[in-house]
């Protein structure tokens, strides 16, 4: 499975993309890349109580957001293409 990182996120990872082995699901897989990753990144992942995706996290699965998918059960197969980005505000 392959993960794409974007502006903050990339900065944190330090990538542009990554492999993972397969997850079986969202939540899963934000575990797995949280662990790798550290603290920094759990924190912008998750919510504060760590139950959610964080306000603050677009994740898609093949270009789909998982807010329409199943949130943190949206389930996850070998060949999808995950991409993390912040949320971007500007003017």
Request: glycine fraction near 8%; charge should be neutral.
């Amino acid at each position: 499975m392959n993960v794409k990182f974007f502006a903050t996120y990339r900065d944190v990872t330090r990538v542009k993309q990554t492999s993972i082995p397969a997850q079986p699901d969202i939540r899963a897989m934000l575990a797995l890349l949280a662990e790798r990753y550290g603290a920094t990144m759990r924190a912008m992942l998750y919510t504060p109580d760590g139950t959610g995706i964080g306000e603050n996290a677009i994740i898609l699965v093949n270009g789909r957001n998982v807010q329409h998918l199943g949130n943190m059960d949206t389930p996850l197969s070998e060949s999808d293409t995950i991409c993390v980005f912040p949320m971007v505000a500007g003017g």
